[in-house]
Nanobody, 125 residues
Framework: QVQLVESGGGLVQAGGSLRLSCAASGRTFSGYAMGWFRQAPGKEREFVAAISWTGRNTYYADSVKGRFAISRDNARNTVYMQMNNLKPEDTAVYYC??????????????????WGQGTQVTVSS
């Protein structure tokens, strides 16, 4: 069993930055793709970014390309997301997830093996 714990959320003004972290524990991080997702009030959960196990491949939603950057430190069992130039529409609860399949993370993330509890990001205008 893997436990994922997100941190780093908070309140920031538009144009500001935050760095989210997701620490994994409970079993090996090895071989698992990781992703970030978000859910705004009244909306469905949506894909934000994903990263392969090696970190060589990254993927982003169009809405965050050029502003967000996903990375991972496998020695620390942690995945990060640097969020720059934040906009009010980025306000949401951000969740990290992991799955043995990168394809699942990209195309069927609702089926991902493990999810964190989420961290709130609020961007004021």
């Amino acid at each position: 069993q893997v436990q994922l714990v997100e941190s780093g959320g908070g309140l920031v003004q538009a144009g500001g930055s935050l760095r989210l972290s997701c620490a994994a524990s409970g079993r090996t991080f090895s071989g698992y793709a990781m992703g970030w997702f978000r859910q705004a009030p009244g909306k469905e959960r949506e894909f934000v970014a994903a990263i392969s196990w090696t970190g060589r491949n990254t993927y982003y939603a169009d809405s965050v390309k050029g502003r967000f950057a996903i990375s991972r430190d496998n020695a620390r069992n942690t995945v990060y997301m640097q969020m720059n130039n934040l906009k009010p529409e980025d306000t949401a609860v951000y969740y990290c997830a992991s799955d043995a399949s990168l394809a699942t993370m990209l195309k069927a993330y609702a089926e991902a093996d493990y999810w964190g509890q989420g961290t709130q990001v609020t961007v004021s205008s």
